[in-house]
């Protein structure tokens, strides 16, 4: 399953967007998870590219993102694929329980482990958790003397990544 990000930068930059997931971000930490699956993003009633349906956040709440996003929040929004679209559902709860939320309110244990590609403007509460698994990845390999010629050294000073403690 892939999910491709895009960061938003206002209401009306998010309200085209449906079949997605979307998260609300605060301080790099996850606040609200949700999805747009039936519906459109933002704004009024429809009908674009073969969906007919209202926003998920209508005009009515156009003040309150554009509030949060002037003020320190982020907004994120997720296109699936078909594979994680054909399981939206899961997907968001999934996401929910391993990412961590601050106000979703209905969230379960996961019936599965999903193997979910994150790309593209990936939110900040999910790639800060990515680095420090890479970090020790690097070092464990480096570490472990199979490649020769210190390629770890290599990309390190490739990417601008300091050794190892």
Same mark, same amino acid.
């Given at each position: 399953? #892939?999910?491709?990000?895009?960061?938003?930068?206002?209401? /009306? +930059?998010?309200?085209? *967007?449906?079949?997605?997931?979307?998260? %609300? $971000?605060?301080?790099?930490?996850?606040?609200?998870?949700?999805?747009?699956?039936?519906?459109?993003?933002?704004?009024?009633?429809?009908?674009?590219?073969?969906?007919?349906?209202?926003?998920?956040?209508?005009?009515?709440?156009?003040?309150?993102?554009?509030?949060?996003?002037?003020?320190?929040?982020?907004?994120?929004?997720? #296109?699936?694929?078909?594979?994680?679209?054909?399981?939206? /559902? +899961?997907?968001?709860? *999934?996401?929910?329980?391993?990412?961590? %939320? $601050?106000?979703?309110?209905?969230?379960?244990?996961?019936?599965?482990?999903?193997?979910?590609?994150?790309?593209?403007?990936?939110?900040?509460?999910?790639?800060?958790?990515?680095?420090?698994?890479?970090?020790?990845?690097?070092?464990?390999?480096?570490?472990?003397?199979?490649?020769?010629?210190?390629?770890?050294?290599?990309?390190?000073?490739?990417?601008?990544?300091?050794?190892?403690?």
């Amino acid at each position: 399953m #892939k999910i491709n990000w895009i960061r938003c930068r206002s209401y /009306d +930059e998010a309200g085209d *967007y449906s079949r997605v997931i979307y998260l %609300h $971000e605060w301080d790099g930490k996850p606040f609200y998870w949700g999805k747009a699956h039936n519906s459109f993003f933002g704004g009024h009633k429809r009908k674009q590219d073969g969906l007919e349906a209202s926003g998920r956040y209508n005009a009515g709440y156009r003040h309150w993102i554009e509030g949060c996003l002037r003020h320190g929040g982020s907004l994120y929004i997720g #296109k699936l694929d078909e594979e994680a679209l054909s399981c939206v /559902d +899961e997907v968001e709860n *999934y996401l929910i329980h391993t990412w961590g %939320h $601050e106000m979703n309110s209905k969230v379960a244990a996961p019936t599965r482990q999903l193997q979910i590609e994150h790309e593209g403007d990936i939110p900040q509460s999910i790639a800060s958790l990515f680095a420090p698994a890479l970090r020790t990845a690097i070092d464990e390999g480096d570490a472990s003397g199979v490649a020769k010629g210190n390629v770890f050294a290599r990309v390190r000073e490739t990417i601008k990544v300091p050794p190892p403690r």
